[in-house]
């Protein structure tokens, strides 16, 4: 059976930076950070290879962004949602929040503040 827990599954993993500024009204520049993400089935976001295909008429569902609860709660919890037979068909996006998982952890409390 396709998409069982026992099959491979389609998964890309990275990180991109975030750039950080102290204060809105600081131009003082952090070290960049890092935040990870997960993506499962990244082929489903391919053009499609049907040429005849028109712009606009791609047939994949659009993908599903799942955030994570938190603070300091990584997104390892909800990858069996990947596993769900309602989206065996969809592209699932996960991410770490900063300071979470595989998430760069700053050591300048200013940037979990509200107005960050």
Not at 24 to 35: C, D, F, G
Not at 82 to 102: E, K, S
Request: net charge neutral.
């Amino acid at each position: 059976q396709s998409g069982s827990k026992s099959d491979p599954l389609d998964c890309k993993f990275g990180t991109f930076l975030l750039q950080r500024t102290a204060s809105s009204s600081s131009a003082r520049k952090l070290p960049p950070l890092r935040i990870a993400y997960r993506i499962i089935r990244p082929s489903l976001l391919e053009p499609p290879a049907n040429e005849n295909e028109q712009e606009g008429q791609h047939s994949q569902p659009a993908p599903l962004l799942v955030i994570h609860g938190g603070p300091s709660l990584p997104s390892e919890y909800l990858t069996p949602l990947a596993h769900n037979n309602h989206l065996q068909n969809r592209t699932v996006i996960f991410y770490d929040q900063l300071g979470c998982g595989w998430s760069s952890i700053s050591q300048n409390d200013d940037l979990y503040s509200v107005a960050q």
